[in-house]
């Protein structure tokens, strides 16, 4: 793999994860017009600085690759697509945003570690409780179901946690699974107490 068509995002995308996207800047309409055309695959790495529209962006260096699931082009050009995350990339280095943002990208998947099988579990009941706090403090509820496979598991709970996207993108970045769920499990207990101090305080 190496020249890919890029997406920055304001938002992290991880391996397994849908990624539903309007499209309607002519530079990402012409992007989605050549996937499609193609294998149906592009990168997408979340911006530093900046802002999605009109360019001038500082993007990160480490993404996930998008497949296309579903697409649909209004009448107006417009794109409405969805996508799904299926493995970890390295910029090696932009190409020219000419007509998109391009790179060349190299795979970058997980180092092989045993992973406990309590760990995955720890990280799945931090995910309820703090998702539990969260209704008691009027959040939408969300629910949690992690894949037995820890590697898969690993990124699922990314997705689930109420973290922001430089925390993600951090997760994403970790080297294998097990450190992702550790990393994950000590910033949930410090969500836990954030929100369990919030709702001491309206009683």
């Known amino acids: 793999m190496t020249d890919l068509p890029m997406f920055p995002l304001g938002s992290v995308l991880v391996p397994g994860a849908p990624l539903p996207l309007h ?36 993007r990160m260096d480490v993404g996930t690759v998008a497949r296309i699931l579903r697409s649909e082009q209004l009448e107006d050009g417009r794109w409405l697509i969805v996508a799904v995350g299926t493995e970890r990339i390295r910029v090696r280095e932009w190409l020219p945003d000419d007509p998109y943002p391009r790179a060349d990208v190299e795979p970058w998947p997980d180092d092989e ?40 598991a690993s990124h699922q709970a990314v997705a689930y946690a109420p973290i922001g996207p430089l925390d993600a993108h951090e997760l994403l970045a970790a080297p294998d699974a097990r450190t992702r769920l550790e990393r994950l499990r000590t910033r949930l207990d410090d969500e836990i107490d954030v929100r369990r101090r919030q709702l001491a305080t309206e009683q």
């Open 113 to 152: 570690v045993d992973v406990p099988p309590d760990l995955v579990a720890d990280v799945a009941t931090r995910l309820v409780r703090v998702h539990a706090l969260g209704s008691e403090l009027g959040l939408p509820p969300v629910g949690v179901d992690l894949s037995p496979d820890p590697w898969e």
């Open 23 to 58: 499209v309607f800047e002519p530079r990402y309409r012409t992007l989605v017009e050549h996937v499609l055309d193609s294998d149906g695959r592009f990168g997408v790495v979340l911006i530093e600085r900046g802002h999605e529209v009109g360019g001038g962006d500082v």
